[in-house]
């Protein structure tokens, strides 16, 4: 059974000023995840984690990830803004975009961001959409441009992701080197490297692996275009334990793993040093994120439902990937009494479930339930299909005092972009 960072007490107490459903994050154990990402990697200087924005695009979360230097991944013009917003400017923004509008260049251009190239044929769209800029060619030499790598066949993929060679991602192989001398050709003298291959990947190796491979191409690279890399970028997709089964990836096996082979393929073959970056969004905050609503209905027909007042407009990982999250009733957690149910929310989908046949202790209406590692990918991919809402965001505080991050949407966010005049 999971701890949680609140009593049943405390969160009745909260739900007294707002009312179910809520996302509510851990600050505290957020920013103790955050210094031991820091930490497992402190060998590396220059070493940078740029918090994946869709994963949680709030503003309280991103500036917390701020203190510890955290940038921001950005792939959408709103992301961008966020980012701006919280005060990640400049090479503190990666904007790691695919099938972009010329206006997301310009903006990524305007505030200095890393650009990272999706495809070969984005280097002459990006020149042309930002052509007629001031200072363009004069300050082109000073900005850092990066290309995603897709290895295609030579990397398995994993279920969330696919596999890389279906996957729409990146440039081949043989296109990254192309992209590259084209970059140098026009002028550009500082370079990265990215790929993102893993998405909930719980297995150190296989993130090891990624690093190994981008180790080597930056060497080869290096040899056959002539330019040196200033960073790597593994992505980011590390998983979390979701299931109670499932193992919590050891960042320090990680930050070994990478280092042993940075001094193997980066040092010990003479490549100047190489920073390394990640874009990590679920394991930064997944786990310290939870959905609190409460039991609506209880019903019993061929299977016996417990209803809740959160649906998965609230949290669509179950309905969209048929993903675990696990359920904790608190006041009730240790109670041997268990029944089967379907937990569902009011959504006119049969696929609006949050688990299927879980054992739980005996529900009745009314009672608190908490979804678990909600932190990420939770909020975020909320909608309003339906006319369900969107809830509020609420960050608990080191000394336990609860704020409100995000206020819930009422019905005239709904109707705001609704004309009824010309009827
Ligand atoms: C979604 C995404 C991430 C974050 O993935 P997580 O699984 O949350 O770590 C990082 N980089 C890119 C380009 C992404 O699309």
Same mark, same amino acid.
């Given at each position: 059974?999971?701890?949680?960072?609140?009593?049943?007490?405390?969160?009745?107490?909260?739900?007294?000023?707002?009312?179910?459903?809520?996302?509510?994050?851990?600050?505290?154990?957020?920013?103790?995840?955050?210094?031991?990402?820091?930490?497992?990697?402190?060998?590396?200087?220059?070493?940078?984690?740029?918090?994946?924005?869709?994963?949680?695009?709030?503003?309280?979360?991103?500036?917390?990830? #701020?203190?510890?230097?955290?940038?921001?991944?950005?792939?959408?013009?709103?992301?961008?803004?966020?980012?701006?917003?919280?005060?990640?400017?400049?090479? @503190?923004?990666?904007?790691? /975009?695919?099938?972009?509008?010329?206006?997301?260049?310009?903006?990524?251009?305007?505030?200095?961001?890393?650009? &990272?190239?999706?495809?070969?044929?984005?280097?002459?769209?990006?020149?042309?959409?930002?052509?007629?800029?001031?200072?363009?060619?004069?300050?082109?030499?000073?900005?850092?441009?990066?290309?995603?790598?897709?290895?295609?066949?030579?990397?398995?993929?994993?279920?969330?992701?696919?596999?890389?060679?279906?996957?729409?991602?990146?440039?081949?192989?043989?296109?990254?080197?192309?992209?590259?001398?084209?970059?140098?050709?026009?002028?550009?003298?500082?370079?990265?490297?990215?790929?993102?291959?893993?998405?909930?990947?719980?297995? @150190?190796?296989?993130?090891?692996?990624?690093?190994?491979?981008?180790?080597?191409?930056?060497?080869?690279?290096?040899?056959?275009?002539?330019?040196?890399?200033?960073?790597?970028?593994?992505?980011?997709?590390?998983?979390?334990?979701?299931?109670?089964?499932?193992?919590?990836?050891?960042?320090?096996?990680?930050?070994?793993?990478? #280092?042993?082979?940075?001094?193997?393929?980066?040092?010990?073959?003479?490549?100047?040093?190489?920073?390394?970056?990640?874009?990590?969004?679920?394991?930064?905050?997944?786990?310290?994120?939870?959905?609190?609503?409460?039991?609506?209905?209880?019903?019993?027909?061929?299977?016996?439902? @417990?209803?809740?007042?959160?649906?998965? /407009?609230?949290?669509?990982?179950?309905?969209?990937?048929?993903?675990?999250?696990?359920?904790?009733?608190?006041? #009730?957690?240790?109670?041997?009494?268990?029944?089967?149910?379907?937990?569902?929310?009011?959504?006119?989908? &049969?696929?609006?479930?949050?688990?299927i046949q879980r054992e739980l202790p005996v529900l009745e209406r009314?009672?608190?339930?908490?979804?678990?590692? @909600?932190?990420?990918?939770?909020?975020?991919?909320?909608?309003?299909?339906?006319?369900?809402?969107?809830?509020?965001?609420?960050?608990?505080?080191?000394?336990? /005092?609860?704020?409100?991050?995000?206020?819930?949407?009422?019905?005239?966010?709904?109707?705001?972009?609704?004309?009824?005049?010309?009827?």
């Open positions: 059974m999971r701890t949680l960072p609140f009593t049943k007490e405390k969160l009745e107490e909260i739900t007294q000023k707002w009312p179910t459903p809520f996302h509510i994050y851990d600050a505290a154990a957020i920013r103790r995840n955050a210094e031991r990402l820091k930490k497992a990697f402190a060998w590396n200087a220059g070493f940078r984690e740029y918090f994946a924005v869709k994963a949680a695009p709030n503003p309280y979360l991103m500036k917390l990830l #701020k203190e510890f230097d955290f940038g921001s991944d950005c792939s959408s013009m709103a992301e961008l803004e966020l980012a701006e917003r919280v005060g990640n400017t400049g090479e @503190a923004i990666m904007f790691t /975009s695919n099938d972009t509008p010329a206006e997301e260049f310009r903006r990524a251009w305007e505030l200095g961001a890393i650009i &990272n190239f999706d495809d070969i044929t984005h280097w002459d769209y990006f020149l042309s959409s930002c052509d007629g800029f001031e200072n363009f060619n004069s300050d082109l030499p000073g900005r850092v441009f990066c290309c995603r790598y897709n290895p295609g066949p030579l990397k398995g993929g994993n279920a969330i992701i696919g596999k890389p060679e279906e996957a729409k991602y990146g440039f081949t192989r043989e296109q990254l080197f192309d992209g590259y001398a084209k970059m140098k050709a026009a002028g550009v003298t500082r370079f990265g490297l990215h790929t993102m291959v893993a998405s909930n990947e719980l297995n @150190a190796d296989y993130i090891i692996d990624t690093a190994k491979i981008l180790f080597e191409l930056a060497g080869e690279i290096h040899e056959k275009v002539g330019i040196d890399f200033e960073f790597i970028n593994i992505g980011g997709g590390i998983g979390i334990p979701y299931k109670p089964g499932d193992k919590a990836m050891s960042l320090e096996t990680v930050g070994d793993g990478i #280092k042993r082979a940075y001094e193997e393929l980066v040092d010990a073959k003479g490549l100047k040093p190489i920073k390394l970056y990640m874009e990590c969004g679920r394991s930064i905050t997944g786990p310290y994120g939870y959905l609190v609503s409460r039991v609506r209905h209880i019903k019993s027909t061929y299977r016996l439902y @417990a209803g809740l007042d959160a649906c998965m /407009s609230n949290l669509m990982r179950p309905a969209l990937y048929g993903a675990y999250h696990e359920i904790v009733v608190p006041g #009730k957690g240790n109670s041997d009494v268990t029944k089967v149910y379907d937990v569902t929310g009011s959504l006119c989908e &049969n696929n609006d479930k949050f688990a009314g009672d608190l339930v908490v979804l678990c590692d @909600a932190g990420a990918h939770g909020h975020a991919m909320g909608f309003q299909y339906n006319g369900k809402l969107r809830s509020a965001e609420l960050l608990l505080e080191e000394d336990g /005092s609860v704020r409100e991050i995000r206020r819930a949407e009422t019905l005239d966010d709904y109707f705001a972009t609704l004309d009824f005049g010309g009827l």
